[in-house]
């Protein structure tokens, strides 16, 4: 399985929390990672977003098909992230579309065994992918990507 982690580009400071736009500076972040997105995901990728506007605003960037997932909102736990995803089972591709610091812990677990400060950059992308050598699951970084790279 591969699950690919996207931060929500740049977002407008303020209240409420769920309601905050991107601004143009992450409408930019948002429209060049999904181009690069756009040439590396498999097809027949599951793509799920967080409930909140800055997250839906940064999928449509993406121009696919997504499933908004409660339990992805700020605040929600790395489990419930990887529980969304289907991870380790599920087949094929999940991007997951969400917010710090629930990325990062998710990312860290699965690299570190344990959750740990992992920061992604807003607008940035881990992508990770699951696979056993002998005996012994591994998590294996495919790419890690900013918007300030493309």
Same mark, same amino acid.
């Given at each position: 399985?591969?699950? !690919?982690? @996207?931060?929500?580009?740049d977002?407008?400071?303020?209240?409420?929390?769920m309601?905050? #736009?991107?601004? $143009? =500076?992450?409408? /930019?972040?948002?429209?060049?990672?999904?181009?690069?997105?756009? +040439?590396?995901? #498999?097809?027949?990728?599951? *793509?799920?977003?967080?409930p909140?506007?800055?997250?839906?605003?940064?999928?449509?960037? %993406?121009?696919?098909?997504?499933? *908004?997932? +409660?339990?992805?909102? #700020?605040?929600?736990?790395?489990?419930? %992230? %990887? +529980? +969304?995803?289907?991870?380790?089972?599920?087949?094929?591709?999940?991007? *997951? !579309?969400?917010?710090? #610091?629930?990325?990062?812990?998710?990312?860290?677990?699965?690299?570190?065994?344990?959750?740990? $400060? %992992?920061?992604? =950059? =807003?607008?940035?992308?881990? @992508?990770?992918?699951?696979?056993?050598?002998?005996d012994?699951?591994?998590? *294996? !970084? /495919?790419?890690?990507?900013?918007?300030?790279?493309?």
């Open positions: 399985m591969d699950l !690919i982690l @996207w931060r929500h580009a977002a407008q400071d303020g209240a409420p929390d309601d905050r #736009p991107l601004t $143009s =500076k992450g409408r /930019k972040q948002a429209e060049r990672m999904a181009a690069w997105l756009h +040439a590396h995901l #498999p097809e027949g990728t599951r *793509v799920l977003a967080s909140a506007r800055r997250t839906r605003e940064t999928a449509d960037a %993406l121009e696919l098909d997504y499933a *908004v997932e +409660a339990n992805l909102a #700020p605040g929600a736990d790395a489990a419930h %992230l %990887l +529980a +969304a995803a289907g991870w380790p089972e599920a087949s094929g591709a999940v991007l *997951v !579309i969400g917010h710090q #610091p629930t990325l990062g812990e998710a990312a860290s677990l699965l690299l570190f065994g344990e959750t740990r $400060s %992992l920061s992604i =950059k =807003k607008g940035g992308v881990i @992508w990770l992918t699951n696979r056993v050598r002998g012994t699951p591994q998590t *294996v !970084i /495919k790419a890690a990507m900013t918007a300030e790279m493309l």
